[in-house]
Every structure is written in C-alpha cells, then in structure tokens.
C-alpha cells in the first residue's frame, strides 16, 4: 500500500461517525414526518431515559417525560429547524433532528444549555397516558 492510499484510508476511518453520533445534516420536515409518523419514540439523555413521544397524523405529538403525565401538542418546521408547542407551553421548543447509526439524534436549539437526546426505542404501540388526578 502505497503512503498516499494509507492516508486515505486512514483518514476516512477518523472522519467516519461514530456509533450513535449524528450525521451533518439535519432532517428536513418531510424526511422528520416520514421517520417518525406513526411511531412512539422513547429518547435517552446522557446515560439515562429522558422522554418519549407518539407522533401522530397532521403533524400532532403527545409528549411524557415517562411519569405517566401527558401533553397534547403539535410541530412544525420553523428555520430548518422542528419545532413543538404544547397546550401549556405556547413557546416554540426547537430542535434539529439528525439521522445517526442508532436512530434519531435531537439537539435543543433555545438555549445556551443544548440538550441532545437520542434514540433509545420507537415502536408502533401508542403511549400509556393516566387519567386527570384523581382524589382530594
């Protein structure tokens, strides 16, 4: 092997991504929709659980931060970015989504603190949501 063919494959093994990072592009909103439509998706943060959310038709989601408590929502593409309001939250909340080997990647765009979320499961099972509380 040459020393030039050797730099080559060396460099596109170091500039190849990693098992579970995201690729450069963000998902544009029809590939976001295509993805996830009819899916409930669960996200991992650092090394833990963090959310999970069903993505409906017409571009509604249901949102849980797995406690059992569910919000009704809705996105959109704002930016080249996907963006969700939530009936107690009216504030947009963006994220750029990301096609990585181990599924979905989202970075939080709104603040200086960026959240990444990743993929942990997606299935076509909807979410368990509980009833209003109930009691005194």
């Not at 494959?9 to 995201?22: E, I, K, R």
């Amino acid at each position: 092997m040459t020393r030039i063919a050797a730099a080559l494959a060396l460099a596109t093994v170091l500039l190849a991504p990693l098992p579970g990072q995201a690729q450069d592009d963000a998902l544009s909103a029809a590939e976001f929709d295509a993805y996830t439509r009819g899916k409930t998706f669960h996200y991992g943060a650092g090394d833990g659980p963090y959310g999970a959310e069903e993505y409906l038709d017409d571009r509604r989601v249901i949102w849980s931060f797995l406690d059992g408590k569910c919000k009704k929502g809705r996105w959109f593409e704002q930016d080249d970015m996907i963006c969700f309001v939530y009936g107690d939250t009216p504030e947009p909340q963006c994220w750029s989504f990301f096609a990585g080997p181990g599924g979905l990647v989202a970075r939080y765009q709104n603040g200086p603190a960026q959240t990444t979320l990743y993929e942990l499961s997606q299935s076509r099972d909807p979410m368990l949501c509980l009833g209003p509380d109930v009691g005194v």
